[in-house]
């Protein structure tokens, strides 16, 4: 099978209340907002998420189906502690061949032909374990390293993402009821904290998928397919103590696929056929139905639309 054929163009219209959906270490880990009080999620951070569906999709023999490069330490499926160790483990034998490098990294690990990686990792002496204890996840090494310093750059973009409206966020203290350290009497600096939540927004997020990007990794249509899915099930299994389980939703998914490799309509023009709003009159939206969503019909670029609760699109 060739690689990815045809543009694609996508927006997905998510909502949130009573979550911080993406946290800003440098403000406290407050929810994201710009200059205009619009509520933010980074590309980064969407990424992240795409990357954990992906990880869960299994076959019918119930194998997982795509294997991952960038992996969060808390939810790895391999014993590499480090995309370096993963690296060396997996790619050993092409580490001194960029072109087939390039291409067993595109067909072992379906993000780095998605979103592309830097591989730029120094050349090591070889080392000794310490007392013979090997390191857990980290291959032996015999003789010296090579370095490696390879960009690869994917087909899949994606924007931050912006709610529609300016969001209103709300914190509280919160208090540790036991005491980590001492005899439990007396209580430490650490024991107050915050937390922080958007009490209601809808968001939105655009991106691509360039085949002319695709032919140089390896992409192919059914992983089109697999980004898809994955955006279509963005929040699932994604429930922690800032996002509680039902917070964050999909309200639509919306999956332009032109007819050919440069696309019947530039991006900017298909990115502005979605447009949504707060209806008319309503000053303080709180609930999807506040909302209008409108989408503009581009000849000869029909749109699959993935919308799972049927809110209400006008097609304009």
């Not at 530039?266 to 209806?279: G, I, K, P, W």
Request: hydrophobic letters at 35%; charged letters at 30%; one cysteine or more.
């Amino acid at each position: 099978m060739g690689t990815l054929r045809n543009k694609i163009d996508f927006a997905v219209v998510f909502s949130v209340k009573g979550a911080n959906p993406n946290g800003d270490p440098l403000n406290g880990n407050r929810p994201r907002t710009n200059y205009d009080g619009l509520g933010e999620l980074s590309d980064v951070c969407i990424k992240r998420k795409i990357r954990n569906r992906l990880m869960e999709m299994q076959n019918d023999k119930g194998k997982h189906t795509y294997s991952i490069f960038v992996q969060s330490d808390d939810n790895r499926l391999d014993d590499y502690r480090s995309l370096r160790a993963r690296v060396e483990g997996v790619l050993e034998n092409a580490m001194n061949d960029e072109m087939k490098f390039r291409e067993e990294s595109c067909n072992k690990w379906i993000d780095v032909r998605s979103f592309g990686q830097v591989f730029a990792y120094k050349a090591r002496k070889s080392e000794k374990s310490k007392k013979g204890n090997e390191v857990k996840g980290e291959p032996e090494r015999k003789a010296d390293d090579a370095g490696v310093s390879i960009g690869i750059r994917g087909p899949v973009s994606i924007h931050s993402a912006f709610s529609v409206t300016p969001v209103s966020v709300s914190s509280i203290q919160i208090t540790k009821s036991v005491s980590g350290e001492g005899d439990g009497t007396k209580k430490a600096s650490d024991t107050m904290g915050m937390k922080h939540r958007v009490d209601h927004g809808v968001y939105v997020t655009y991106g691509a998928i360039n085949p002319q990007l695709a032919s140089k990794t390896w992409f192919k249509d059914e992983d089109a397919k697999a980004i898809k899915n994955a955006l279509e099930h963005l929040f699932d299994n994604d429930a922690s103590s800032a996002r509680p389980e039902g917070s964050m939703e999909v309200v639509a998914v919306i999956w332009w696929e032109h007819n050919c490799n440069n696309g019947q309509y530039s991006s900017a023009v298909v990115h502005r056929a979605l447009s949504v709003t707060s209806q008319k009159g309503v000053t303080d939206p709180n609930k999807i139905e506040d909302y209008s969503i409108k989408l503009k019909n581009l000849k000869g670029l029909e749109p699959e639309i993935f919308n799972p609760n049927n809110v209400v699109i006008e097609r304009i």
